[in-house]
């Protein structure tokens, strides 16, 4: 998605915590771009986010084009999980082996000349999964993603029969406080510098939402209220982006600070 700074909704009122009322809960890697991703316990933060993050993509054969699960929303029941921790990989070296699991049970890696076939019959195109070389990654926007449970609580509280399961925002990182506070706490940090582990993050900015938010995926069903909500209350954001200021490492239970 194009590189957007939108102004959060003013009617979207909420409290505003220091960012150091906020722990680390959930890490979540995602090896191949618009699959189900693979939860960490720790992770380096580096100058294009966490190593192995969207090292992966399906691409189109035929226009060379990424497939998104924007038009293939088949992709998101696929999980992707690589064999090998990727951040060892040195500057230069492509995206290690990953393994695929279909919704049917199976398990394909990407090493399996099968893999080919298999994803263009679940997409309907002919389509192959390729790697990229370190450390680019297959990202529409900043390198990193943050998300609190304020902010799905206050998307709760809009819409109160939807299943605001974080998988459906596809944060990195997603953060809750000792409070419980309600609100989209996250806008009031953009343009701040944030600590998290021994990493700096910067250039913070609200993340835009497209139709994926409300696509049918593993046992969530399809949604579209979540996308009205979020036009509604909010100018389509929710999460936001960072980049990386200084390098570190991260673990779960690390507090941000200012």
Request: glycine letters at 6%.
């Amino acid at each position: 998605m194009p590189h957007q700074t939108p102004k959060p909704d003013p009617k979207a009122e909420h409290a505003k915590p220091d960012p150091s009322q906020f722990t680390l809960t959930n890490i979540w890697r995602y090896p191949v771009k618009s699959m189900q991703g693979e939860s960490l316990e720790s992770t380096p933060i580096t100058s294009s986010g966490i190593p192995g993050d969207r090292g992966w993509a399906v691409v189109e054969t035929q226009t060379g084009k990424t497939a998104s699960a924007t038009r293939y929303r088949q992709l998101l029941n696929c999980k992707a999980t690589y064999r090998n921790d990727p951040s060892t990989l040195a500057l230069g070296a492509t995206s290690p082996e990953v393994l695929i699991g279909f919704e049917n049970g199976d398990t394909l890696s990407s090493q399996d000349p099968k893999l080919k076939e298999r994803l263009s019959d679940l997409l309907g195109i002919e389509c192959t999964l390729k790697p990229c070389p370190t450390p680019t990654h297959f990202i529409d926007d900043s390198p990193l993603n943050l998300l609190t449970r304020a902010s799905l609580r206050q998307m709760q509280s809009f819409s109160p029969t939807s299943i605001l399961d974080p998988r459906r925002f596809r944060p990195n990182f997603l953060f809750e406080d000792s409070q419980n506070h309600t609100g989209f706490i996250e806008f009031d940090w953009s343009g701040m510098n944030l600590k998290l582990g021994s990493a700096t993050l910067s250039s913070i900015y609200p993340c835009v939402r497209c139709i994926m938010t409300t696509h049918p995926q593993m046992e969530l069903p399809q949604d579209s209220n979540i996308m009205k909500t979020m036009i509604r209350e909010s100018n389509k954001n929710l999460s936001i982006y960072a980049s990386v200021e200084t390098e570190g490492h991260t673990k779960l239970g690390d507090m941000l600070g200012l």
